[in-house]
């Protein structure tokens, strides 16, 4: 059944048919990307970067759904019912430290207690129904905290690690180049996506990382100082990936990049298969 709307304007009247826009037998996956909330002004506003929304398209070739942080109105169930994969985005704002059993030690930290209350019980779920994840720095680092794992909230205030921030006076385009190489771990997904030589250079983007890895969670790459990089799920699970760099930022010219979210979209893909069989 074709559902229609109206879109009313001051000069035309226009009768959307939702079943033009997503074909009932397309074979791009329903990709799901959470939200950061923001204040613009003086209301709050869900908010998804546009990066994210252009790998998906491009490189995963699925479609993006914009999932809002509002936990105690989306029903998991029938979320799980209706998408094919979920992409755990990055974000300028820090997970609560009190979520792994630490304390706050800036108050200059930006905090976003709804996107906290939204993910991190919608990724054990998710886990438990096998939906395909991709989740990239706030999201990796939320994938850890879900499963029992910690942070550091500041890197490079750890002896012996690397300053793995951005400099945020560059232009953008320097802040997202490569910053540093990472060795890839043997038998994971990484491994079996990159098999040209176990090292690769990545951009370097964040100020928190992982201290200690969740049991569940097995590494997938390291950078040259020990930091935790990379992290896959040791069960079976159809894809899990959590990376700690920024794979979206312009896939189409990126090899490594574009692998990994053409393998997170096939994941994805097969997940929609079975699901509609």
């Not at 820090?94 to 108050?107: A, E, F, M, R, W």
Request: aromatic share 6%; proline share 6%; glycine share 6%.
């Amino acid at each position: 059944m074709i559902h229609e709307r109206q879109l009313i304007g001051d000069n035309y009247n226009l009768t959307i048919k939702i079943g033009d826009i997503m074909p009932k037998n397309s074979d791009k996956p329903l990709i799901a990307l959470t939200a950061c909330v923001r204040e613009i002004g003086i209301h709050p506003f869900h908010v998804v970067g546009e990066k994210y929304i252009t790998a998906v398209i491009e490189a995963a070739h699925g479609t993006p759904l914009l999932l809002p942080s509002i936990s105690d109105a989306i029903d998991n169930e029938e979320l799980f019912y209706r998408i094919d994969g979920l992409l755990f985005t990055g974000s300028l704002s820090n997970i609560q430290p009190n979520l792994y059993g630490s304390s706050h030690t800036d108050v200059k930290i930006l905090y976003d207690p709804q996107r906290d209350a939204m993910t991190l019980p919608l990724i054990r779920k998710a886990l438990r129904h096998d939906i395909p994840m991709l989740c990239i720095c706030r999201g990796f680092q939320e994938l850890n905290v879900a499963l029992g794992g910690t942070l550091y909230q500041a890197v490079h205030k750890i002896p012996g690690r690397l300053d793995h921030r951005e400099d945020t006076r560059q232009p953008r385009e320097v802040q997202y180049a490569p910053a540093h190489s990472i060795e890839i771990k043997a038998g994971g997904i990484l491994d079996s996506l990159w098999q040209k030589q176990p090292n690769i250079m990545v951009n370097s983007l964040h100020a928190q990382g992982i201290q200690t890895p969740a049991s569940d969670l097995r590494i997938e790459a390291i950078s040259p100082d020990g930091q935790i990089e990379a992290l896959s799920t040791f069960k079976d699970h159809s894809f899990c990936l959590g990376v700690q760099w920024h794979p979206e930022w312009k896939t189409s010219e990126n090899a490594f990049s574009r692998l990994i979210f053409e393998a997170f979209g096939n994941a994805a893909r097969k997940h929609a298969q079975r699901k509609n069989n």
